[in-house]
């Protein structure tokens, strides 16, 4: 395993770090073997989230007593400083721990980030528990360029969270910005949200930017943890082929499953029907996605086109014109 330093928090960490996202669904009698398998092949990094339900909670019943061998990260969509002052002590009392070495706004649209940024924001409550020694460096994730753009000149940001990976690239420019002011780049949505099925390419291309700090796909298994830390190697010619595959095949508006754009008005699972959609046309999987469509309770056809969901996804996807495809791929 490769170790690096996180921009200015001077945090030793590996490069590839753990997403914990699908902790979520890990069995908790799992858990332990998920955490050896870390331990085992090296890493460090832990990034979390209030967002991410039980992630929490789970990873600090794996770490208990094993906190020093971690660098925790986890995040909070609390926009004032009240709510992010409570978020912080309830992450520190789920992780079983008296600090939390980065804590992150989460995901802020620009919006957002003013109010953050104003008197009585979030930022003056991580200010306090910067002070307080509750935790050690301020972060902040994010899915728009213009976000991250404004996050560069935000002086408390020692550490931004954006998507990057083969077919989503926009962030390079912003990325190599980080590196001139030593602000630790954190590598979020390896796989595109699960558009990229081979995880070897795309972590191996990752890597490869030396603008990124770390990466961190998501592991719900030992085998998922010895795969995803033992990406390494340069690109070869039929890697680059195979990105540019990827990138015509996926072009620039696909789902990245991020499901900002829930509750549908009339409760379509939105990146369902395009992750099925997705194994209907790309994989060779048309059996079993036509089944699992079929088992949906809501499917494209349902939708009424009211265009709510346009207005919460933050990669601007033409969500109606796209269930308008979906419908005519499944015919419902
Ligand atoms: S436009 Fe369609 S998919 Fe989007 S919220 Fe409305 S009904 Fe749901
Ligand atoms: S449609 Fe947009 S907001 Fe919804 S899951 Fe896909 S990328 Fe995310």
């Given at each position: 395993m490769e170790y690096i330093t996180l921009g200015k928090t001077g945090l030793l960490i590996s490069r590839v770090g753990f997403g914990g996202i699908p902790i979520q669904r890990t069995k908790v009698e799992d858990i332990p073997a998920l955490f050896a398998a870390l331990e085992r092949e090296g890493i460090n990094y832990i990034d979390t989230a209030r967002g991410y339900t039980v992630s929490e909670e789970y990873i600090g019943n794996a770490i208990a007593?094993?906190?020093?061998?971690y660098v925790l990260a986890t995040k909070s969509m609390a926009r004032t400083a009240e709510a992010m002052a409570a978020d912080i002590d309830r992450s520190l009392a789920n992780l079983q721990t008296?600090?939390?070495?980065l804590y992150q706004i989460h995901n802020p649209s620009p919006a957002d980030l003013e109010k953050v940024l104003a008197?009585?924001?979030?930022m003056e409550a991580l200010e306090a528990a910067l002070a307080a020694g509750k935790i050690g460096h301020i972060g902040l994730t994010c899915h728009l360029t213009e976000v991250f753009e404004r996050a560069l000149d935000i002086p408390q940001v020692e550490t931004i969270m954006f998507p990057y990976n083969p077919v989503e690239t926009q962030g390079e420019a912003l990325m190599e910005k980080c590196r001139e002011k030593n602000i630790g780049f954190i590598a979020m949505k390896p796989l595109a949200g699960g558009a990229i099925e081979n995880a070897d390419l795309a972590l191996r291309f990752i890597l490869q930017n030396p603008a990124v700090s770390v990466v961190i796909p998501g592991m719900y298994s030992p085998e998922e943890v010895a795969q995803n830390a033992n990406a390494e190697g340069k690109l070869t010619e039929a890697d680059h082929a195979e990105i540019e595959k990827l990138k015509n095949t996926l072009g620039t508006t696909f789902c990245r499953r991020c499901n900002y754009c829930a509750p549908c008005t009339v409760g379509i699972n939105i990146p369902g029907v395009f992750l099925f959609q997705g194994y209907l046309e790309r994989y060779g999987l048309a059996d079993w996605a036509k089944d699992r469509y079929g088992a949906m309770a809501k499917t494209a056809s349902d939708c009424i086109e009211c265009g709510v969901c346009e207005d919460r996804c933050p990669y601007n996807l033409p969500i109606r014109e796209m269930m308008q495809k979906a419908k005519a791929a499944f015919g419902k």
């Open positions: 007593g094993r906190r020093e061998r008296d600090y939390i070495d008197p009585g924001g979030a």
